[in-house]
């Protein structure tokens, strides 16, 4: 798509970038605004900032836009800014949880003087009188996370998935960074969320803590509607802008469906968990019928 500068004019203060967004932006020209912002990302900006000062009015298609940007801002190691003024505006992006997930600031002037965020974690490398130095950018970081063989996620404090990686996103069924934005309780039957719910202010508090151990017993959902044996470790992560909760996740499928089939009674149980003919497929029928391991 060509570039328009002169309607999305682009300005450049140090390794922070400015888009000035229009007065509308709805389906006429929202992906026009997606591939410019995706543009200025890939070109390497540490902060982009969108400002939609001028802007008084948003649809669903321009809150996608910004959505799509952030995927990418994040899986680029760049930090998104929103300026936002209108009231209208800012109640879109709140309905769609973008408010959850990116900073919004009330004047351009805020958000440039946020600054721009440090690119690179110095990692020391070597013999202790090496000369050189290495870096871990945040684009390495993330290739890292992804290689882990367990899922792993980072939900903020009103449980919106901000980060998910490919191990996660393959463990659930998930096409890549279609997790992010979306509440954890989606990875969680239906009949648990209940539960869940009630139990989401204390279970907080008790991560002050610390970190806590594997949880006994959980279930996840894929996102065909499948259930699967879990285990789970949650730690809390503060930062600058708010607390997070770091979720690891492991499918454990293959290593309790032995255990289930060895204590089921013989016969009615035993003969539908063990239908599928695998390992696999026996936990996941016994998981759809409230079979439990020890």
């Given at each position: 798509?060509t570039?328009?500068q002169?309607?999305?004019?682009?300005?450049?203060m140090?390794?922070q970038a400015?888009?000035?967004l229009?007065?509308?932006?709805d389906?006429?020209?929202?992906g026009?605004i997606r591939e410019?912002?995706?543009?200025?990302i890939?070109?390497?900006a540490?902060?982009l900032i969108a400002d939609?000062t001028?802007?008084v009015?948003?649809?669903?298609a321009?809150?996608d836009?910004?959505?799509?940007a952030?995927?990418?801002?994040i899986v680029?190691g760049?930090?998104?800014?929103?300026?936002?003024?209108?009231?209208?505006?800012?109640?879109?992006?709140s309905i769609?949880?973008?408010d959850?997930?990116?900073?919004?600031?009330p004047s351009l002037e805020?958000?440039?003087?946020?600054?721009a965020p440090?690119?690179?974690v110095p990692?020391?490398?070597?013999p202790r009188?090496?000369s050189g130095?290495e870096a871990?950018t945040?684009?390495?970081?993330?290739?890292?996370?992804d290689?882990?063989?367990?899922g792993?996620?980072?939900t903020?404090?009103a449980?919106?998935?901000?980060?998910?990686?490919?191990?996660l996103?393959e463990?659930f069924?998930y096409?890549?960074?279609?997790?992010?934005?979306?509440?954890?309780?989606?990875?969680?039957?239906?009949d648990?969320?209940?539960a869940?719910?009630s139990?989401q202010?204390?279970?907080?508090?008790?991560?002050?803590a610390?970190p806590t151990?594997a949880?006994?017993g959980?279930v996840?959902?894929?996102?065909d509607?499948?259930?699967f044996?879990?285990?789970?470790?949650?730690?809390p992560?503060?930062?600058?802008?708010g607390?997070?909760?770091?979720?690891?996740?492991r499918?454990?499928t293959?290593?309790?469906a032995p255990?289930?089939?060895?204590a089921l009674?013989?016969g009615?149980?035993?003969?539908?968990c063990?239908?599928g003919?695998?390992?696999?497929?026996?936990?996941?029928?016994c998981?759809?019928?409230?079979?439990?391991?020890?």
């Amino acid at each position: 798509m060509t570039r328009n500068q002169d309607t999305y004019p682009v300005r450049w203060m140090g390794r922070q970038a400015i888009v000035a967004l229009p007065e509308q932006i709805d389906v006429t020209n929202a992906g026009q605004i997606r591939e410019e912002l995706l543009l200025v990302i890939n070109q390497g900006a540490a902060a982009l900032i969108a400002d939609m000062t001028a802007t008084v009015s948003c649809d669903h298609a321009g809150a996608d836009a910004v959505v799509r940007a952030y995927q990418r801002a994040i899986v680029s190691g760049i930090q998104l800014r929103l300026v936002v003024t209108a009231p209208i505006v800012r109640r879109v992006l709140s309905i769609n949880g973008l408010d959850r997930l990116i900073p919004i600031y009330p004047s351009l002037e805020a958000a440039v003087a946020a600054g721009a965020p440090a690119p690179v974690v110095p990692v020391a490398v070597g013999p202790r009188n090496w000369s050189g130095s290495e870096a871990i950018t945040a684009a390495v970081l993330r290739e890292l996370i992804d290689a882990l063989a367990d899922g792993v996620a980072l939900t903020d404090d009103a449980g919106i998935l901000a980060l998910a990686n490919r191990r996660l996103e393959e463990m659930f069924g998930y096409e890549h960074a279609e997790l992010m934005g979306q509440p954890v309780e989606s990875l969680i039957p239906a009949d648990l969320r209940t539960a869940h719910r009630s139990h989401q202010t204390p279970y907080a508090q008790a991560l002050k803590a610390g970190p806590t151990g594997a949880r006994a017993g959980p279930v996840g959902l894929r996102k065909d509607g499948t259930p699967f044996p879990v285990e789970i470790s949650l730690s809390p992560v503060p930062t600058a802008t708010g607390r997070f909760t770091l979720v690891v996740v492991r499918d454990i499928t293959e290593r309790i469906a032995p255990v289930i089939l060895e204590a089921l009674t013989p016969g009615e149980d035993a003969g539908q968990c063990q239908r599928g003919g695998s390992t696999r497929e026996a936990a996941r029928a016994c998981g759809q019928n409230g079979v439990r391991g020890p």
